[in-house]
């Protein structure tokens, strides 16, 4: 069948992700426009190949040998005010947000600062800090489902986009996220660059190394049986700090598991923080992998824990 010229074959995809990790697409599509996107999808239909859309690459994890079938890069990042609102191109990265929103005297983005993905995936995943996510500003999604005819765009309120902690509707669904609507708050400027400045200083810690960021899920203590409680309180008594909150910080008990700066071939945990694996220079999907399955195992005998990644492995 024909191909669209920008349509191109076998491209490395270690490139397009933060992880630096990741064996060609057999095929590879960059699309900026609808037109684009809607040509790359009936490519994949006709000649009967999966998709998978990629944003930023922050939050995957791809094979070394690549991925059959064609990679969507989404680079649709046009954005639009309208008073305090912003409709934005799903492929915008947070950080073009950011500096939209900041020039524009408009607050509600400012704790995104070191997020290195787009919009898109920002809502997958429904991304976040502490107290903040992405779907606290979201006001309608509008996506493309694959299966209609004509790939038209339909929208979403919020409220029907069952977001939960690093999860929403789209994390379920082939669905592609396409424009936003964001409902931000007008503030002064020296507030938001002030805001800002607070959320950049808790990212002190982060490793600067390629990574995909918290492999895994914080621990809901609600999630866990008592006997897990137990023996996490017999063995770190300081966990008792914690139980307020409702949450234990999945670094804090990989931590607790002796595994900072453990190391499988070129994968690491980050000495600086045990949520993150760090690529070292080389690092291959199965040293990440094989790293992860050691943490988990870990958990789970040790304390009954099963950890959930955060991260999307291919
Ligand atoms: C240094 C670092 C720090 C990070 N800090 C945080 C943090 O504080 N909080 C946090 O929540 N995350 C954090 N992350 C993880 C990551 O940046 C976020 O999850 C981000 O929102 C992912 O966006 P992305 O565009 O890179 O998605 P990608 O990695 O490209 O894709 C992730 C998933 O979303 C899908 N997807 C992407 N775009 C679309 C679309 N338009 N339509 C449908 N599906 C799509 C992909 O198919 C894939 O399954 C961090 C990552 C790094 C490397």
């Not at 983005?109 to 920002?122: H, K, R, Y």
């Not at 765009?153 to 789209?170: M, P, V």
């Not at 700066?261 to 690529?279: C, L, M, W, Y």
Request: charged share 25%; proline share 4%; aromatic share 10%.
């Amino acid at each position: 069948m024909n191909k669209p010229a920008f349509i191109k074959e076998n491209i490395k995809l270690a490139p397009f992700t933060t992880f630096k990790i990741g064996g060609p697409a057999e095929y590879f599509a960059e699309v900026s426009n609808l037109e684009e996107i809607r040509e790359a999808l009936h490519f994949s239909k006709k000649a009967n190949i999966p998709y998978f859309i990629l944003g930023g690459g922050s939050n995957v994890l791809i094979p070394d040998d690549g991925l059959k079938g064609l990679v969507i890069k989404n680079n649709f990042s046009e954005i639009k005010k309208d008073d305090s609102r912003l409709i934005a191109g799903s492929g915008c990265f947070l950080s073009k947000i950011l500096a939209f929103s900041r020039l524009n005297n408009l607050s509600g983005l400012e704790w995104c600062i070191g997020i290195p993905g787009t919009l898109g995936g920002a809502i997958v995943s429904n991304a976040g800090v502490k107290d903040k996510s992405i779907s606290q500003i979201i006001e309608k999604v509008g996506f493309i489902d694959n299966n209609s005819p004509f790939l038209e765009i339909k929208y979403l309120k919020n409220e029907d986009c069952q977001f939960g902690y690093r999860k929403s509707l789209f994390s379920q669904k082939h669905w592609i996220i396409w424009q936003i609507e964001l409902k931000l708050k007008e503030a002064e400027k020296d507030k938001i660059l002030q805001e800002i400045k607070n959320y950049q200083q808790k990212r002190l810690n982060q490793p600067k190394l390629p990574s995909a960021g918290c492999v895994f899920k914080n621990i809901k203590i609600a999630d866990l049986d008592s006997r897990s409680i137990e023996k996490l309180k017999k063995e770190f008594p300081e966990v008792e700090d914690l139980l307020p909150s409702g949450v234990i910080p999945a670094g804090w008990l990989i931590e607790r598991l002796d595994f900072k700066g453990k190391t499988i071939g070129k994968a690491q945990v980050s000495p600086e923080h045990a949520n993150f694996i760090v690529n070292l220079g080389g690092a291959t999907r199965d040293n990440v992998c094989v790293l992860i399955a050691f943490i988990k195992e870990r958990a789970r005998t040790q304390f009954g824990i099963q950890l959930q990644e955060e991260i999307n492995i291919f």
